[in-house]
């Protein structure tokens, strides 16, 4: 059984950065798309970053194209979301998932696999 569990998330200003961490446990013997998906409260849950199976295609969504970078560590099972110029509307709590697509999938439906999500809050 695979696991994905997330980590970094925190309070922070406006303006500010973090760097989220989202690591794979349990059957690593086969390879992941992964993703970032956040919900907002009182919204749904909105597609943020993908990235394929090798670390060499990603795909972002609008409201952070520019500000957000996904990278992976495959030696390490971990992919990581840099994301800085945070505003308040970047609020949310944000999800870690993992797909057997090939490529950068940015639907919900292309995952299967789920973190529990960490909570992002940026301050005014």
């Known amino acids: 059984q695979v696991q994905l569990v997330e980590s970094g998330g925190g309070v922070v200003q406006a303006g500010g950065s973090l760097r989220l961490s989202c690591t794979v446990s349990?059957?690593?013997?086969?390879?992941?798309?992964l993703g970032w998906f956040r919900q907002a409260p009182g919204k749904a849950r909105e597609f943020v970053a993908s990235i394929d199976r090798t670390g060499t295609m990603a795909e972002y969504s609008g409201p952070v194209k520019g500000r957000f970078t996904i990278t992976r560590d495959n030696a390490r099972n971990t992919t990581y979301l840099q994301m800085n110029s945070l505003n308040p509307e970047d609020t949310a709590i944000y999800y870690c998932?993992?797909?057997?697509?090939?490529?950068?999938?940015?639907?919900?439906?292309?995952?299967?696999?789920w973190g529990q999500g960490t909570l992002v809050t940026v301050s005014s």
């Open positions: 349990g059957r690593t013997d086969r390879s992941y798309a």
């Open positions: 998932a993992g797909s057997g697509w090939f490529g950068a999938p940015t639907k919900s439906d292309d995952y299967k696999i």
